[in-house]
């Protein structure tokens, strides 16, 4: 049975005191929740690991990347090691944002995963279309690619390590969120494309989740579909309150 999951991708945002503040807010909701059904992740700026680690009783923590190295003279990296002993259990790789401003190709992902799976975590792989894409109709194959040349170069039971999150680019920050039928659409075709390579029961387990403006309004709808997951947050992240909302709609589905 695939986890149901709701992330949040806290990006470049809050210092250390306010991030140390709002996981411990999202901590105590969810612990007072306690929605069984689904596990809450939050992906925070790296120097905030290790402290919201030390709070995380109900959540689990992400980083929101890794380097493509193990260790050594790469200044101002931070190793898939090091991440993991902050106390972390995911990492989030191949978020859009990166791949669009820090040049990170799918090449540079298979390090990157490979890194990361070495060092017992497990990763958040965002895989998306930008509008020209789909407007060109070239989405399908596209998310294919990424998914193709990033991941397919590893074993069946290092992909059970794998989170899958469709982000179509124009959705993200953007406030236009795909409908739960564009989104339902492509779930299924990543998840035909998963067991093309790695077999039904394999593809059935996969968690894939859904990243772009979801916010508290449109979640319960995008859950509603049968291969969403769970969703990637990013803005709504960053309100307890609307993260909460985000997540009782999650274990309600
Ligand atoms: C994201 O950054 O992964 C994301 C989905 O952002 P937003 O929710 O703000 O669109």
């Known amino acids: 049975m695939r986890k149901k999951i709701v992330a949040g991708n806290w990006k470049m945002n809050t210092t250390l005191a306010e991030g140390i503040e709002l996981a411990k807010e999202v901590n105590e909701k969810v612990k007072a929740a306690a929605p069984a059904g689904v596990k809450v992740i939050v992906g925070t700026p790296f120097i905030h690991l290790a402290d919201v680690n030390r709070l995380a009783t109900d959540i689990e923590v992400a980083a929101e990347n890794c380097a493509a ?19 972390c259990k995911y990492v989030i790789l191949g ?26 975590l497990d990763v958040i792989f965002c895989i998306g279309e930008v509008l020209e894409e789909r407007e060109a109709g070239k989405h399908f194959d596209v998310v294919k690619k990424d998914i193709v040349e990033g991941l397919f170069n590893l074993t069946a039971e290092q992909f059970g390590h794998i989170v899958l999150a469709y982000e179509p680019v124009w959705a993200i920050g953007t406030g236009k969120t795909a409908t ?17 390579k790695y ?55």
């Open 95 to 120: 978020h859009s944002e990166r791949r669009a401003y820090y040049g990170e190709t799918n090449e540079i992902l298979v390090k990157k995963v490979a890194l990361a799976l070495e060092n017992e």
């Open 199 to 253: 077999g039904e029961q394999v593809a059935d387990d996969t968690t894939i989740l859904y990243g772009g403006s979801c916010n508290a309004k449109n979640a319960d709808e995008l859950f509603s579909m049968p291969n969403v997951d769970g969703g990637l947050i990013g803005g709504a992240s960053l309100k307890a309150d609307d993260f909460m909302t985000i997540i009782t709609a999650r274990n309600n589905h």
């Open 180 to 196: 739960s039928e564009q989104a339902e659409e492509m779930h299924k075709f990543i998840r035909s494309v998963v067991a093309e």
């Open 69 to 87: 190295e193990a260790k050594g003279a790469y200044t101002g990296e931070v190793s898939a090691a090091m991440v993991k002993s902050t106390g």
